[in-house]
């Protein structure tokens, strides 16, 4: 996610108007935030193919060449930055947020994070599946919709991961489930929520 902010609070947003927030922004970082997720980021991409290059980032090279890219404006509009063909949508870096977040999402994870932000149950039958290759530092494991520090929020950095998301409860009940994680091994995310999902390391 969230990541998939994300919550995460990451800034996911479909063609229309779905928007995500992934992480916190840098001003409400607690002070006893890890030194990695506190370091500062790169200055945001200017330009489009620099946009480009950051989204692609997120998803396998497979994935990626065939990818939507979007991108939102300084208003908050959302806008394609290339058409693709294989039903995976990439966006780039969100430069509010402390780590870099580009994510590529299938299908059925766009519907997930939709109903995520509108706090509808999510569509049964349809896992999904996200790409953060580039990692994450997601504001909270444990709650969705948190969007400021606190002690009990239990804030997380992975590495390069993949999420699953939408599978039966069953699925997510073989995988750890605790606050703080070991984020080296598959672990579920905001479990006991509709929107728990499986967080995959890959590296």
Not at 31 to 50: F, G, H, L, Q
Not at 94 to 109: N, Q, R
């Amino acid at each position: 996610m969230n990541r998939i902010q994300p919550m995460i609070l990451l800034s996911l947003c479909s063609l229309g108007t779905l928007a995500l927030a992934a992480d916190m922004p840098p001003a409400a970082k607690p002070a006893a935030m890890p030194a990695a997720m506190a370091a500062a980021k790169p200055a945001a991409p200017a330009t489009d193919a620099a946009l480009i290059r950051s989204a692609l980032s997120a998803a396998p090279a497979g994935v990626a060449s065939g990818a939507t890219v979007v991108a939102m404006d300084e208003k908050g509009n959302m806008r394609t930055l290339r058409a693709g063909s294989n039903g995976f949508t990439c966006m780039p870096d969100e430069p509010s947020t402390p780590g870099p977040d580009p994510m590529c999402l299938d299908k059925a994870s766009m519907e997930w994070v939709h109903a995520l932000m509108s706090h509808a149950a999510p569509p049964k039958g349809k896992a999904g599946l996200m790409y953060m290759l580039a990692g994450g530092t997601d504001a909270s494991n444990t709650d969705p919709y948190s969007t400021k520090p606190s002690r009990a929020d239990h804030w997380i950095q992975t590495g390069p991961h993949l999420m699953l998301a939408g599978a039966d409860d069953a699925f997510y009940a073989q995988y750890p489930k605790d606050a703080d994680p070991d984020t080296s091994k598959p672990y579920v995310m905001w479990a006991g929520t509709p929107y728990q999902h499986l967080m995959v390391p890959v590296k």
